[in-house]
């Protein structure tokens, strides 16, 4: 049964990162679906204690609202990344945060290589133009945008699919141990 729910929150996943890459927006459904599909999870006991799932959730709800209200990163990564989380728990936490962050790093790469490539291409929601240079009259600059839920799905199937590798036998960080 566990497997089920980690193919839902595969396919949540992805549904994030392909609709990120798009409009660079992520729905709130999505969030919200991953956090409500925890609560069945946890009462039939796929999620060993679960109340520290909690706790680290709502650590990294915190900084991540954080970030966001500084404008360091967009509202849909501060609502997906806690919810991810509340997955992978405290257990799976740095593996998910490491995979996330090296997968942001290639990524942000690849955007950079685009935007290179064509510079012609608008990359962000705003048409590729900075507001404040479009209104003012100046040349409009790029204001480029990373589809980080690229990098979240990343770093959460990396956790997902730890507990089927180790069945066979291969581990992809040794520390972590067996599912959620």
Same mark, same amino acid.
């Given at each position: ?19 990120? =890459? ?8 999505? /969030?919200?679906?991953? *956090? %409500?599909?925890? #609560?069945?999870? !946890? +009462? ?35 609502? =997906? ?8 728990? /405290?257990?799976?936490? *740095? %593996?998910?945060? #490491?995979?996330? !962050? +090296? ?78």
């Amino acid at each position: 049964m566990l497997v089920i729910f980690n193919i839902i929150l595969v396919v949540l996943l992805i549904w994030a990162a392909v609709h990120d =890459l798009r409009t660079r927006l992520i729905p709130n459904r999505i /969030p919200a679906l991953i *956090v %409500l599909l925890f #609560l069945p999870a !946890a +009462l039939l006991g796929y999620v060993p204690q679960w109340s520290t799932h909690l706790l680290v959730f709502g650590i990294v709800f915190a900084i991540t609202a954080t970030a966001f209200a500084l404008g360091w990163m967009g509202g849909g990564d501060a609502k =997906l990344i806690p919810a991810i989380t509340l997955w992978a728990g /405290p257990q799976h936490l *740095v %593996l998910f945060l #490491l995979a996330m !962050a +090296l997968a942001g790093g290639l990524v942000a790469a690849t955007m950079l290589v685009l935007r290179k490539k064509s510079q012609n291409t608008p990359l962000g929601p705003t048409g590729g133009q900075d507001p404040a240079a479009a209104q003012d009259g100046s040349a409009a600059a790029y204001t480029p945008s990373v589809p980080y839920a690229v990098a979240i799905a990343i770093g959460g199937g990396v956790f997902l699919i730890q507990p089927v590798l180790n069945a066979f036998g291969a581990v992809l960080w040794p520390v972590i141990g067996n599912g959620v």
